[in-house]
């Protein structure tokens, strides 16, 4: 049992060490000090029947200081109000254009050919594509475009905050920063910043130079693919321009889903381009399940059989693994509940990625806003 009690230690230790080592590496960008430059910003908004959220998310938007702002939201064949509200909004503000998408050809993926089209209507060369669903606050464009020039890079990726109101969300929505900050080596990414390799971003929120994004070939280089949060990072990695990360929370927030069926089918989208694939799942699942779940087991263990030699390894992995968990919450604006119910949401998320993979093994179709795309 003392061995499987450092296997526990090792892999807790892991990803308690890079998490700690990634939150102070993963901020908030700073305030625009004075005097600095006004820059021109293309806030650019794929939407599919969005009425329920667009019009949210525009009064949010334009609430923006310290940046001059054009907002350009392509009705992606809606079949509600989304495109009579943004045109009624159009004819109040003039920073805000509505153009209508283009059929989507077969076997191209809905939003990527959305926000090709998006990046074509731009006037300005500082391209910035949210989701119809993101709130931005008012210094978020200023701040954001502040730290993507300062650093002089090609791609900035935010991650906003996930408010969750349901069990389900809670269970499935706060992995996504669990994951990032705590298996991507955000300083080795920073030191070799063109590396496709280490690649990340969050779809949700990119920042993007339009040399960069026309060097990597833009969403039309991916428009066969589901993640832009993977895939345009890499691509503008590979065509020479740096690319990195920072925390939005507090800049952005954005509830992806409203319960655990759409969070479950969300994630499942686009898990075979990220998680599952045949030779990365494995490891993952060693990763998660030896360094988020062994502990425990090996610690109730050791707590039964009276192992003190066990449980004096065990139970410093337990507290290495809370420690970074709550650390990841606390930065990033999560709920107690989602701490709690953590070994919970490592079990299910494994559950969400080996039943992707099986299912793209097997050659199932996925099903995503109403359009059917076969792997």
């Known amino acids: 049992m003392i061995l499987a009690a450092w296997i526990a230690l090792g892999l807790a230790g892991l990803y308690a060490g890079l998490t700690l080592i990634n939150l102070a590496l993963f901020r908030v960008p700073g305030a625009v000090s004075d005097g600095a430059p006004r820059r021109a910003v ?72 959305a926000c090709a089209q998006l990046a074509t209507a731009a006037r300005h060369d500082t391209l910035v594509f949210i989701d119809a669903d993101v709130h931005l606050a008012p210094d978020a464009l200023a701040r954001a475009t502040a730290w993507l020039h300062g650093r002089g890079l090609g791609l900035a990726s935010g991650f906003p905050s996930q408010p969750t109101d349901t069990w389900g969300e809670t269970l499935l929505v706060p992995m996504i920063p669990v994951l990032l900050l705590g298996y991507l080596p955000l300083g080795l990414a920073r030191l070799m910043p063109r590396a496709p390799s280490l690649a990340a971003g969050c779809g949700q929120l990119m920042l993007v130079t339009r040399a960069a994004y026309t060097a990597a070939g833009g969403h039309a280089a991916i428009a066969t693919r589901m993640h832009d949060g993977l895939n345009l990072p890499a691509n503008a990695r590979r065509a020479g321009h740096a690319t990195d990360l920072f925390n939005a929370a507090g800049l952005a927030r954005c509830r992806m889903y409203d319960g655990f069926e759409s969070a479950w089918r969300g994630f499942s989208k686009d898990a075979t381009e990220g998680m599952a694939t045949p030779p990365a799942l494995p490891v993952w699942t060693l990763l998660l399940a030896g360094g988020h779940l062994w502990p425990f087991v090996v610690l ?67 099903t995503w806003r109403g359009r059917t795309y076969t792997p």
């Open 42 to 113: 293309s806030l650019l908004i794929p939407a599919r029947d969005e009425g329920a959220r667009i019009g949210a998310t525009l009064d949010a938007a334009l609430a923006s200081r310290d940046i001059e702002l054009e907002i350009i939201v392509l009705d992606d064949d809606s079949s509600d109000d989304t495109p009579d509200q943004v045109s009624a909004l159009a004819a109040r503000d003039a920073r805000v254009r509505l153009i209508t998408g283009a059929p989507l050809p077969a076997g191209l993926n809905g939003k990527q050919h």
């Open 300 to 366: 109730i263990a050791a707590l039964f059989t009276a192992s003190i030699q066990a449980l004096g390894v065990a139970a410093p992995a337990v507290v290495l693994l809370a420690v970074a968990r709550i650390a990841v919450a606390r930065a990033t604006g999560q709920r107690a509940l989602a701490v709690a119910l953590h070994p919970a949401a490592v079990v299910a998320t494994l559950a969400l990625q080996w039943q992707a993979l099986i299912a793209a093994r097997r050659g199932r179709a996925r």
